[in-house]
């Protein structure tokens, strides 16, 4: 079974690019990455650029960039996609939100799922984050664990998390469970994207709608962690 990792950069060079990107190529059971970039005044598609080889292909978006985020975001996402199911390609795609931390077999364990799509956990990091999900040692700790993609999770009739518990009616935390989106860390059947699965105009959240009506399943496994290290909004010289 081929699995093709998707991830999207934007103006990263100075945000542990080099550590995020070996985070990535360390996922087991990820036959290849695909990296969507824009080419901009920084240094990160040139970065990206050395890592180009059998495993990693490094797509540099080539159309007018516009100014509606989620349309830009949806357009690109769309190629990434098309890129990873054309002549064959693959069984499933490890949908891989470029700056979270997510533990290295996370393919196998969100595959314990079976659904069109499975998204993980993400979470800012609290006290009772595993050492291995942070980026380095010295990534901050909050007190209280705060829920992350309060825009692509939705439950029943379009309802958004919340950061703070019960985060939301649907939330269960210790067994998957069922909602009409997901986002920031998936695994995704392919055969839902070759059914017309497609990001446009929404992102992940029209993605999952899609995926749904071509008769798919999206389901969220709170048991698969995934953290948003909060240095990696800090710009550094790295």
């Known amino acids: 079974m081929t699995t093709i990792g998707i991830s999207m950069f934007r103006g990263d060079a100075g945000k542990h690019l080099a550590r995020r990107v070996s985070h990535l190529l360390a996922k087991r059971g990820v036959d290849k990455w695909i990296f969507m970039v824009r080419p901009e005044m920084d240094m990160t598609a040139a970065m990206l650029q050395t890592y180009e080889g059998p495993k990693v292909s490094v797509i540099q978006e080539w159309w007018p960039a516009v100014e509606d985020r989620m349309i830009r975001l949806s357009v690109a996402a769309d190629v990434a996609m098309s890129c990873a199911t054309a002549d064959g390609g693959a069984d499933r795609i490890l949908w891989h939100e470029s700056d979270?931390?997510?533990?290295?077999?996370?393919?196998d364990l969100l595959a314990r799922t079976d659904a069109a799509v499975v998204g993980g956990w993400p979470v800012l990091p609290g006290q009772d984050t595993p050492p291995e999900l942070?980026?380095?040692?010295?990534a901050i700790a909050l007190?209280?664990?705060?829920?992350?993609?309060?825009?692509g999770y939705r439950a029943g009739g379009g309802e958004r998390f919340t950061n703070e518990p019960p985060y939301s009616p649907a939330y269960r935390p210790?067994?998957?469970f069922e909602l009409e989106s997901v986002g920031s860390v998936a695994l995704i059947d392919a055969a839902i994207v070759r059914r017309?699965?497609?990001?446009s105009p929404g992102a992940f959240v029209n993605f999952c709608g899609t995926a749904r009506g071509a008769g798919g399943a999206v389901w969220c496994d709170p048991r698969v962690k995934v953290v948003q290290p909060l240095e990696l909004w800090v710009i550094r010289n790295d």
Do not use: Q
């Open 100 to 107: 979270l931390i997510s533990p290295v077999d996370v393919v």
């Open 134 to 138: 942070m980026l380095h040692t010295g």
């Open 143 to 151: 007190d209280t664990e705060k829920f992350y993609d309060t825009w």
């Open 174 to 176: 210790a067994e998957p």
């Open 196 to 199: 017309g699965a497609r990001f």
